[in-house]
């Protein structure tokens, strides 16, 4: 017990966040938003090693079984350095962390979290508009210029998109995407993936991972499930990419980052609001901003109260024979698939990726044909999905 004063935990904490066991409710939520918001503030001005170390911290945090109440309850734990340990002080002693506050505060902090708000709008194009003076979807409008296709179209249904994602949504999804694919290809399978396979009960999207038994079937499949989407009027936006992974000419590459090439489609659902979908949080009128201006599409797209939602949906399709690897590449949490990366890397002269994971010492590719399989070739204890919440 870390009642009982003594100088190391009764318990070791692992340091690579896969080697460890996360659950989605934890004891210290106050602690790890503040250090998750610094971690997003690092992203933001292009500090991804700052970044990762506060994320890292805050999954030490969300491991811990009860709340920490005194710095000397991390005593001997992995991952705290020394200004997560001065944030982690700041808030035990009064509260808040300066830092934190003044960060929360702060004009590109807000800005980029608008701005980044918007699909389509990474940290590289809130940036540059960050330095033209633009920090609001106001100033983003009428500054004009050209923004692509799914800029817009993050910009049209704004709103929506950043309102969450709810379990009830998310399997009412599943079950036009389990229609269209049944349609097109008998015998697919369609598997849940992202933030709700681990449990959570709200997303920022809906990912799915699409395959089929019979090793070549699921070629060709993602137009397929597009188009009879397509003609259903399901879908407001998509943009299909196409799987660069079998057409490498030389056969499967190394796998040397973290972009997977997987046939995958992005895509806003047109979501018709029924009482099962929508419950209560039915509440979208009062907000501004997007629908105003002369654009007669946009004044349309979000006329409230409308009977629809737009929800963000990933579909990806992966070969029967990558499947485990792709449904633990699209679990996530993002960090914890970091750590697995990492972990492959440096504890076992291994890359890891969605397709396969590689034997740098053997020179050969590992196959497997479930999690545990995998989880078992990187020497690690298998962790569920509802605790892969790093
Ligand atoms: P959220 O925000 O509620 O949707 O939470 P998640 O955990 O579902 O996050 P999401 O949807 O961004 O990503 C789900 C997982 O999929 C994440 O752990 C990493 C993986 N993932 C996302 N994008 C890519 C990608 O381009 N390539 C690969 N290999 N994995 C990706
Ligand atoms: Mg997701």
Known sequence: ?????????????????????????????SLTEALELLAQNAEFTDNEGRSVAFRRAAAVLKTLPRAVRRLDDLKGLPCLGEHSLRVIKEILEDGVSSEVESTRQSEQYKAMKVLTGIFGVGTKTAE???????RSLADLKTRGGRLNREQQAGLDYYDDLNRPVSKAEAHAIGQIVGEAVRAVLPGAEITLTGGFRRGKEVGHDVDFLITHPEEGKEEGLMPKIVSWLETKGLLLYQKTTRNSYLESKDGPVRPSHNMDRFERCFSIFKL??????CGTSNQSAGQNDVTEGSDVRQQEVQSEPSDWRAVRVDLVVSPYSQFAFALLGWTGSKLFERELRRWAGQEKSMSLSSHVLYDRAQNRYLRASSEEEIFALLGLEYIPPSQRNA
Do not use: M
């Open 128 to 134: 540059r508009w960050f330095r033209e003076g633009i």
């Open 1 to 29: 017990d870390l009642q009982s004063n003594t100088d190391s935990p009764t318990f070791a904490i692992e340091s690579y966040a896969c080697q460890r066991r996360t659950p989605l409710k934890h004891h210290n939520a």
């Open 272 to 277: 018709k609001r029924t009482p099962e979908v």
